[in-house]
Antibody
Framework: EVQLLESGGGLVQPGGSLRLSCVVSGFTFTTYAMSWVRQAPGKGLEWVSAISAAAGSTYYADSVKGRFTISRDNSKNTLFLQMNSLRDDDTAVYYC????????????WGQGTLVTVSS | SYELTQPPSVSVSPGQTARITCSGDALPKQYAYWYQQKAGQAPVLLIYKDRERPSGIPERFSGSSSGTVVTLTISGVQAEDEADYYCQSVDSTPLFGGGTKLTVL
């Protein structure tokens, strides 16, 4: 059974930092690209960042470029999102999602972790 | 920049057919994908590559494409289908539509 479990969310002040983690199981992690997708309260889905299977390539939405860094540890089946210079509009549930054969769509999602940026 | 446009809401009675559209200029050249998100839950992939259904997705969910519009059709709508539905495509990176809330009357 494929499972993705996010952690690391919480309350942070504007300008602060957080590091999200996503531990996966049930599939060969090293074979698949992975993404982070977020959803602000009461709003729609927004793709945030992606990383290739071997971590050789990373991609970012313009809204987070220069502030967020995606990475992965294939030896630990874990995906990360380092978030710096956080802003109020970064408040959202952050989902990690498995890419289907590097096709830029997502066949499995975690349950999400809530990040709240507020003073 | 490229956008995907969905109606904010669609309402249908149980047993009827619901159609949710998604329009975008690049859809003739890019595949569309559909997700269902029930309240408080993570999204679930319903349709990929315009019309393919992942294993485990009921046959009442189907997708189609015509020019700049793709359509998610739910035949014989059930109360459990009440949810938000999102289309997604690719514009160098993934892009989501704004979502459609399906209400089962």
């Amino acid at each position: 059974e494929v499972q993705l479990l996010e952690s690391g969310g919480g309350l942070v002040q504007p300008g602060g930092s957080l590091r999200l983690s996503c531990v996966v199981s049930g599939f060969t992690f090293t074979t698949y690209a992975m993404s982070w997708v977020r959803q602000a309260p009461g709003k729609g889905l927004e793709w945030v960042s992606a990383i290739s299977a071997a971590a050789g390539s990373t991609y970012y939405a313009d809204s987070v470029k220069g502030r967020f860094t995606i990475s992965r540890d294939n030896s630990k089946n874990t995906l990360f999102l380092q978030m710096n210079s956080l802003r109020d509009d970064d408040t959202a549930v952050y989902y990690c999602a498995k890419d289907f054969r590097s096709s830029w769509f997502f066949d499995f999602w975690g349950q999400g972790t809530l990040v709240t940026v507020s003073s | 920049s490229y956008e995907l446009t969905q109606p904010p809401s669609v309402s249908v009675s149980p047993g009827q057919t619901a159609r949710i559209t998604c329009s975008g200029d690049a859809l003739p050249k890019q595949y569309a994908y559909w997700y269902q998100q029930k309240a408080g839950q993570a999204p679930v992939l319903l349709i990929y590559k315009d019309r393919e259904r992942p294993s485990g997705i009921p046959e009442r969910f189907s997708g189609s494409s015509s020019g700049t519009v793709v359509t998610l059709t739910i035949s014989g709508v059930q109360a459990e289908d009440e949810a938000d539905y999102y289309c997604q495509s690719v514009d160098s990176t993934p892009l989501f539509g704004g979502g459609t809330k399906l209400t089962v009357l």
